[in-house]
């Protein structure tokens, strides 16, 4: 069972300084707009895969007095897992050549400028890589963000898919890897070979990796999929759709096999039948990044037909099929972050989505209406206010 124990932040977003130690069970954050509570569950996430589910550049977790400073940022997390305490440390230092509000680039998040950093890691004081975090620290992320994994782009499901299987599979994580180098070199390789010549044993090389990693990763899609169906179909019917069946389709780039080898031998076929369309375009025609799923409801494609309220309720039941099946395939329970997604929920939805989750050994939930959520969960939760750059935790009412 894991568990976070304590989260401290130094100079990370708006927090100067946070210390929280959130018990087991349900910690609810409440507080305002813009007050920081979504970057604690940030923080918390990024201790479980290693970077942030927010910051398209990671010198965007800087507080910005403090990197006019040139003071680096941290998190730090200590857990419980399996019995044995884990601390976890993320540094982010400002590099001496964007210290301070010069010399930066710009973020697009406003008309200052950050710094770029340099991020170490640190495991119970041992140096360590993102890569290497993920599946130390189990987390589940529900966000408002949500509904493109149903009704956005394929890249979205891809990542709600390496995501989850990562963090229960490390095997998955390094066959992912190797994939995503051998496409880079692929790449390269084919946009050279338009420019001029390119060594034939190098391509087939770079083929051969492609395929035997790519055939890792799409049969482990293949597999996570068919368990996630059928938990999200159960999940999403507990949520109150029960006339509404809702399945998942795997539409990979290329089919799977009954075993990996199988797999590759298609992959082989399809980069062939790909051939001309690489010479064209000078990318890798075929292989896991052109996966998708396609969520149904009654065999009707969400994305076209799902109204906004029918998609929440599918990426609700996706979230909690992810919660349930790291929970199964790991033996031990994911930490739950919920991140103000309750403003456009029913109170019976809201209701049952906060039962379904109480369940796990912690959850940590974000809002700016606390009165509904402690009308539900009353004194079995704990009550932390965020206000200014600060957390502070309440008593529970008599």
């Not at 130094?10 to 927090?15: H, P, Q």
């Not at 349900?26 to 201790?47: D, I, P, R």
């Not at 999929?225 to 539409?251: K, M």
């Not at 025609?285 to 929440?312: I, M």
């Amino acid at each position: 069972m894991a568990s976070i124990t304590r989260l401290s932040l130094v100079n990370y977003r708006n927090f100067r300084e946070a210390n929280i130690a959130p018990p087991a069970g349900v910690s609810v954050f409440h507080g305002g707009n813009a007050q920081g509570k979504t970057s604690l569950l940030e923080a918390a996430y990024t201790l479980a895969i290693g970077r942030s589910f927010r910051a398209e550049r990671e010198r965007q977790v800087l507080n910005f007095d403090a990197a006019r400073e040139a003071a680096a940022a941290y998190i730090t997390g200590t857990a419980c897992v399996d019995g044995q305490s884990l601390t976890v440390v993320i540094g982010y230092q400002p590099t001496v050549r964007g210290a301070g509000a010069e010399g930066g680039e710009e973020d697009g998040s406003g008309p200052a400028t950050l710094p770029p950093v340099s991020k170490q890691i640190r495991v119970n004081r041992q140096p360590a890589t993102a890569a290497g975090l993920v599946g130390r620290i189990a987390a589940s992320l529900f966000s408002v963000d949500d509904l493109d994994l149903v009704l956005g782009s394929p890249s979205n499901r891809r990542r709600y898919l390496d995501v989850l299987i990562s963090q229960a599979d490390r095997s998955y994580l390094q066959a992912l890897q190797r994939f995503q180098a051998a496409l880079r070199n692929r790449n390269g390789l084919l946009r050279r070979r338009r420019e001029g010549h390119v060594d034939p044993e190098e391509m087939e090389y770079w083929d051969e990796q492609l395929v035997q990693a790519g055939s890792s990763v799409t049969f482990g899609r293949s597999r996570a999929l068919a368990r996630l169906s059928a938990f999200a179909r159960r999940q999403h019917g507990e949520l109150g759709e029960p006339e509404q069946a809702l399945t998942l389709d795997y539409l990979p780039s290329v089919p799977p096999g009954e075993g990996a080898e199988d797999t590759a031998a298609a992959f082989r076929q399809e980069l062939q039948r790909g051939a001309a369309r690489e010479q064209a375009t000078a990318i890798t025609a075929v292989g896991p990044h052109r996966d998708n799923f396609v969520t149904y409801l009654n065999g009707l494609d969400a994305s076209s037909f799902a109204s906004r309220g029918e998609a929440r309720t599918i990426a609700l039941a996706l979230r909690l099929a992810e919660a349930e099946y790291l929970a199964e395939v790991r033996g031990d329970d994911p930490i739950i972050l919920l991140d103000d997604v309750f403003s456009e929920m029913d109170d019976r939805r809201r209701d049952r989505v906060l039962q379904k989750v109480a369940r796990y050994r912690q959850t940590l939930v974000t809002t700016t209406d606390v009165g509904p959520v402690r009308a539900a969960l009353g004194d079995s939760a704990a009550y932390f206010r965020v206000a200014d750059g600060a957390v502070t935790r309440e008593a529970n009412q008599a």
